[in-house]
Nanobody, 119 residues
Framework: QVQLVESGGGLVQPGGSLRLSCTASGSIFRINTMGWYRQAPLKERELVAAIITSGDTTNYADSVKGRFTISRDNAKNTVYLQMNSLKPEDTAVYYC????????????WGQGTQVTVSS
């Protein structure tokens, strides 16, 4: 059993910053990818940023490139999302995702944290 616990969401003014954290606990054998997704009202869930652990490759949605940074702490099984220069269109529920496994891979999701960018 694997659990992901998120923290760090909230209300921020346009141009402000927030840092999201997501820590995994439980039976963690191998982390393949760690990522952040978001879902705004009436929209589909979309990938924001991800780290592929082999090679430490990062990917970002075009809409957040240059503003958001994903990073990780291996010792703590934690992934972070530093969000700068936030815009109202960044408002959404943010979910962390860990893809785990060796022969078969499984996706695990955090509970979601609300990020609201508004003046």
């Amino acid at each position: 059993q694997v659990q992901l616990v998120e923290s760090g969401g909230g209300l921020v003014q346009p141009g402000g910053s927030l840092r999201l954290s997501c820590t995994a606990s439980g039976s963690i054998f191998r982390i393949n990818t760690m990522g952040w997704y978001r879902q705004a009202p009436l929209k589909e869930r979309e990938l924001v940023a991800a780290i592929i652990t082999s090679g430490d490759t990062t990917n970002y949605a075009d809409s957040v490139k240059g503003r958001f940074t994903i990073s990780r702490d291996n010792a703590k099984n934690t992934v972070y999302l530093q969000m700068n220069s936030l815009k109202p269109e960044d408002t959404a529920v943010y979910y962390c995702n860990f893809n785990l496994g060796i022969l078969r891979s499984y996706d695990y999701w955090g509970q979601g944290t609300q990020v609201t960018v508004s003046s």
